[in-house]
């Protein structure tokens, strides 16, 4: 028994030498379900961003450029532009930028700010719309604005303050005159033009680079982070709460992420310790002991535990009626004890404004063809360079063919198609150098284009339109000779040679490997042959092999599309004529990025 006294009387005396007792917000990483549900990581997705607001397009120098085909930037998404899983769309909104003139002690400020903000809509390819989100900047502080027009690039998707607001141009000290310079001259309430330009372009990259982390917690469980205070002993060499420091270790290494075991670890030694404490009329034990239950509650609170806390809670407020970490305790469990909705997903299809978005378009690819992407009108490099190859090829076989055979035939069509192409204005140049080569090739395209012309505004289609092809033929035959056709070998290939001499100088083989590939595709196509099998074979594992070293990074849209036809390629798969000039056109779009 004496003993014991000697024992509780060190205690007490102890307790009373435990004044530095502090306190510090310390981060704890709580894992979050998503809010819709979980898929797989990294996020199969295609980020595709478009707008239906005029406004974006009536004025082409302002340059928006919503309407695009993007990369997200973040380890957890996987831009897949051939087949994603899922699409994820920013439909662009417009709100007209603003102008504030504020009077700064004897100077003036000017702020520019951008209101464009987006709709987040994103898509299953199979089953159609299935979440909508806004997504808006916050709003800036227009007494004392801050300027947040440099060191937005980030792809990360967390944007920080004040990055994280809607974008702001500061233009400071100036004079009134000055300030009123920034007037829009035909509206003086808006700001002039480039100005706007400047914020609102800002803003559109600012809304993208939000995409990639609303997906994170829309789909993957995600760490959170939030600040509680504990508190801690100072060191002190009258006193040494060791059971205390124990606990406090567990929870500098426990709570960022959450370890359960060690949290609970350290509320069990204060709540210990707190039992030890039974004198509370010594103000020193009663600061030592409101210092541990305290601690007690945020352990609880870290746990999303509250059986207990109620109890302590209302007893610690006995003690200390003012006591903040007790109100917010009970502040906490009754907002987590409203369990969170879950969102029922339902599927609807793209809504009609989008009819005339590409969005539409990429949504409609499939593995099994040759998709189209956006067509570009070939300039005077590629587009003839195309023609004249096939043309060669095509007037060879000819030769080789029986007049007025199906093979003949097809071919003569053929070549009297691309005549008609040397017609428009985009074909019809060729290089300086290589006028006097193709003077006669040129006369003779433009002399059956004009033949054609004239027969085709004649022909009346609603008495035979199935038999225009063959008449179109027969008449141009009558008119000139098969040999006729036929003559400009030696020119179209002196032609070819100069044209991709032309090109970078690294880029000559696989220019050629190029164009033998689009003209022995389009060949095998219309003559249904395997004569140019092999051709086909060695030029595209040339192509491939280019690119992937040229481009060790491919994740536009032109490199999973030119992938999946060569697939179908090798397949032996047969093709539409559709997909042939789709494929004509991708070979384009890729040489462009060569």
């Known amino acids: 028994m004496k003993n014991r006294l000697l024992l509780l009387l060190l205690l007490l005396s102890s307790l009373s030498h435990a004044q530095k007792i502090r306190w510090d917000n310390l981060n704890v990483r709580r894992e979050v379900q998503p809010s819709l549900f979980i898929k797989e990581n990294p996020l199969d997705v295609a980020f595709i961003t478009t707008s239906t607001d005029g406004v974006f397009f009536n ?270 305790l009970i502040s906490n469990k009754r907002k987590n004890a409203i369990p969170a909705e879950k969102k029922q997903i339902v599927y609807s299809p793209l809504p009609p404004r989008f009819a005339q978005t590409d969005v539409v378009r990429f949504l409609k690819k499939k593995k099994d063809m040759i998709n189209g992407l956006n067509h570009i009108q070939p300039d005077y490099y590629d587009g003839k360079l195309t023609d004249m190859s096939i043309y060669k090829e095509a007037s060879l076989l000819v030769k080789e063919s029986k007049p007025d055979s199906e093979k003949f035939n097809i071919l003569i069509d053929l070549l009297i198609d691309i005549t008609g192409y040397e017609k428009n204005s985009s074909n019809y140049h060729q290089r300086k150098e290589l006028t006097d080569v193709l003077k006669d090739y040129n006369a003779f395209c433009m002399k059956v284009a004009n033949e054609n012309k004239k027969f085709t505004a004649n022909y009346d289609f609603k008495k035979d339109p199935h038999s225009y092809r063959t008449k179109l033929r027969e008449h141009i035959l009558s008119l000139n000779k098969v040999a006729d056709f036929t003559s400009f070998n030696d020119a179209l290939t002196t032609s070819v040679a100069l044209t991709i001499e032309k090109t970078k100088p690294e880029n000559i083989t696989i220019a050629q490997d190029f164009i033998d590939l689009n003209t022995a595709m389009t060949l095998k196509q219309l003559m249904h042959t395997t004569k140019y099998d092999a051709t086909i074979t060695k030029a595209i594992d040339s192509i491939t092999a280019f690119l992937d070293k040229k481009f060790p990074k491919q994740d536009l849209e032109v490199f999973f599309e030119f992938k999946n036809a060569c697939i179908l390629i090798k397949e032996n798969k047969k093709f539409s004529t559709l997909e042939i000039a789709d494929f004509s056109n991708t070979l384009r779009l890729l040489y462009m990025y060569c």
């Open 59 to 328: 004025d082409p120098t302002m340059d928006y450029r919503v309407s695009d085909i993007r990369v997200l930037y973040n380890d957890y998404i996987y831009n897949d532009l051939g087949f994603p899983k899922m699409v994820a769309l920013l439909e662009y909104k417009y709100e007209p930028a603003t102008l504030h003139i504020i009077k700064k002690d004897l100077k003036y400020q000017v702020a520019v700010v951008s209101h464009i903000y987006a709709n987040l809509i994103l898509i299953d390819p199979e089953k159609g719309v299935f979440d909508t989100q806004e997504i808006r900047l916050g709003d800036c502080d227009l007494v004392n604005p801050v300027a947040n027009t440099k060191g937005f690039n980030s792809n990360l998707g967390d944007l920080d303050y004040p990055n994280n607001l809607n974008t702001t141009l500061l233009l400071t000290d100036l004079s009134e005159f000055e300030a009123n310079q920034y007037r829009d001259q035909k509206n003086p309430s808006l700001p002039r033009k480039s100005e706007i330009k400047e914020v609102e372009q800002i803003q559109i990259y600012k809304l993208g680079f939000k995409v990639g982390r609303i997906l994170h917690t829309k789909f993957h469980p995600y760490g959170k982070y939030s600040q509680l205070a504990f508190n801690y002993l100072k060191e002190d060499k009258d006193f040494n709460g060791e059971n205390f420091n124990k606990a406090s270790q567990l929870i500098n290494t426990g709570i960022n992420p959450i370890d359960e075991s060690k949290v609970r670890q350290a509320l069990e030694i204060w709540k210990t310790e707190a039992s030890s404490i039974t004198n509370l009329e010594d103000k020193k034990n009663k600061k030592y002991y409101i210092a541990i239950q305290e601690n007690i509650l945020q352990c609880y609170n870290v746990l999303r535990d509250f059986t207990e806390t109620d109890e302590i809670a209302n007893n610690l407020k006995t003690i200390d009626a003012k006591n903040q970490i007790a109100d917010a």
